[in-house]
């Protein structure tokens, strides 16, 4: 069993007891030690190792609380249309024409990222656009929100899409003048693509955690929340991918409602697993996105072709209620996309009534974004004790979006960093990869400066320092998942799973945080990344 200590540089525990040390000490995989070099040697066997910070600065491992492991390995290998690599429909109808050039007849081509909000034409492709790329492969195009997709013709041909195909319940298919679908699929109307493409096979999906685990470790993350898995065998994946040694980061998976009754008859419970790999909260979705205008607003979306476009709701209140209640009651956390204030205000209620039919006091629901909200709403998610897990990332990718679609006004409350703090609300910060970028520091600079991609300036006053933000990705994050007596510090009793970076982040220019480079990621004593 290996034993070492670590000096010699900026240590930033997160542990308000002990905010700083000159070393901790590591045996096997957990901290055992932490203070003076000298009683931290005195903790330590003889000939214990040593690794030298060199006079880097260590902190312990972000924690990714809500992304989607999944798709980020898959998109990975998918034709890449974020911006600024791409920022014209003509691009993304080249980059498709280059990937048909060498893939055979009628083998599906999928790519992702699209911003219409950046692109020079300031609308969403068509069908007609994809089809100049090619008439002879099915090909899908996701929104960079996840909430959206475009699919050209022979697509929506083999998904039996026509104009007269219904829309489903919590989905749009967005038409022409003459009623003919565009191709532009919304919410839950992609499922009505989704289902024709051939499902990946276990090997795929392994391979794809596999990647994901390369690039996050290499950003300095040791623990991932994945938002949402419907499918057993997408859960057999990431057994399989742990036994292989290939996703090395620890990892809390959040189910789908749909499999809540398996896991109820299972009797398995939430926290379900170890520390590599454990069962966590049941997830569910309120309405869509915010970039892609879908989300569920109490006020009309702005420079919008529907000057009524108040986005969509998934379920209805009652349907809600009774999702939110089956999870509650069984003792599960319950993780709710929600973005939106009216969809926010529709999880509030339900979490309120399933509190008031079975009281729980430490319950950690949690609302997964929290865009859009009022005062009314703060003060109700402090009231209720409800965790907003969010993601300032948002704000420098989408915010011009945001304030083109939502006005000065209410992008002042628009994912309100320093409202939520000062509201004594615990806030959780992630990225929502793969619709934005996953390095943690970027997100943590964009928290800092409120910045958006134009350079413009979006909610100053909601501004936080570096000190305020660096807990939120480590402690918060383990608070989390109910996994704060193992995770978010360093300090003896805690997994040793830490981060090496180049420079102290609190003591550099706002303009130079994601520039910091990560010398060094260890999870479990053992080094997973090294620059």
């Known amino acids: ?136 492969h099915p090909l899908v195009l996701v929104h960079s929100s996840g909430h959206m997709l475009v699919a050209n013709s022979l697509a929506l041909q083999l998904a039996g899409v026509s104009r007269e195909t219904p829309d489903p319940p919590g989905g749009h298919i967005v038409r022409d003048e003459h009623g003919d679908p565009t191709g532009l699929l919304q919410e839950n109307a992609m499922e009505l693509i989704e289902r024709v493409i051939p499902a990946p096979t276990l090997e795929d999906m392994v391979e794809a955690l596999r990647r994901c685990n390369d690039a996050y470790v290499a950003a300095g993350i040791t623990s991932s929340q994945d938002a949402g898995l419907d499918d057993p065998q997408q859960v057999e994946a990431f057994q399989r991918a742990v036994q292989r040694g290939l996703l090395r980061l620890r990892t809390s998976i959040m189910l789908r409602h749909q499999l809540l009754p398996h896991l109820l008859g299972l009797g398995i419970k939430q926290g379900f697993g170890n520390h590599h790999l454990r069962i966590g909260p049941v997830k569910l979705f309120a309405d869509g996105s915010l970039i892609g205008r879908t989300a569920a607003v109490s006020r009309p979306f702005l420079a919008d072709p529907r000057s009524d476009n108040c986005g969509i709701t998934i379920w209805s209140q009652e349907e809600l209620d009774e999702l939110v209640w089956q999870a509650h009651a069984a003792g599960f956390q319950v993780a709710t996309h929600a973005i939106g204030d009216r969809a926010i205000e529709m999880v509030l209620d339900a979490y309120e009534r399933a509190l008031a039919r079975l009281p729980r006091p430490d319950h950690r629901h949690r609302i997964e974004h929290g865009g859009v909200l009022r005062p009314d709403l703060i003060e109700r998610i402090a009231r209720l004790g409800v965790l907003v897990v969010s993601q300032p990332i948002f704000i420098a990718e989408y915010g011009d979006g945001f304030i083109r679609h939502l006005g000065l006004e209410r992008i002042q409350l628009t994912y309100p960093f320093r409202s939520l703090l000062d509201a004594g609300i615990r806030l959780v910060f992630s990225t929502d990869c793969p619709v934005s970028a996953y390095q943690p520091l970027r997100c943590i600079q964009a928290a800092v400066q409120e910045r958006t991609a134009s350079g413009r300036s979006y909610a100053l006053e909601e501004a936080i320092t570096v000190e305020e933000a660096l807990p939120l990705y480590t402690v918060n994050g383990a608070y989390a998942s109910f996994e704060e007596h193992c995770k978010g510090m360093l300090r003896p009793g805690m997994l040793a799973d830490f981060v090496v970076l180049e420079r102290d982040p609190r003591r550099v220019d706002p303009e130079e945080l994601a520039e910091i480079r990560v010398l060094r990621t260890v999870i479990g004593g053992e080094t997973v990344y090294e620059a």
């Open 1 to 136: 069993m290996q034993a070492y200590l670590v000096t010699n540089g900026t240590i930033l525990t997160m542990d308000p007891s002990q905010p700083q040390v000159e070393a901790f000490g590591v045996i096997g995989e957990w901290i055992v030690s932490a203070g003076s070099l000298a009683e931290v040697e005195a903790a330590l066997p003889r000939g214990a190792g040593r690794l030298d910070l060199a006079g880097a600065t260590c902190l312990p491992g972000f924690n990714e609380a809500h992304n989607h492991m999944l798709n980020f390995g898959f998109v990975l290998g998918q034709v890449n249309c974020r911006y600024p690599a791409v920022r014209s429909i003509e691009e993304i109808v080249a980059r498709f024409a280059e990937r048909a050039e060498g893939t055979p007849p009628g083998s599906w081509i999928r790519g992702r990222g699209y911003d219409d909000n950046k692109l020079t034409e300031h609308r969403h492709p068509t069908r007609w656009d994809l089809d100049r790329a090619s008439t002879a």
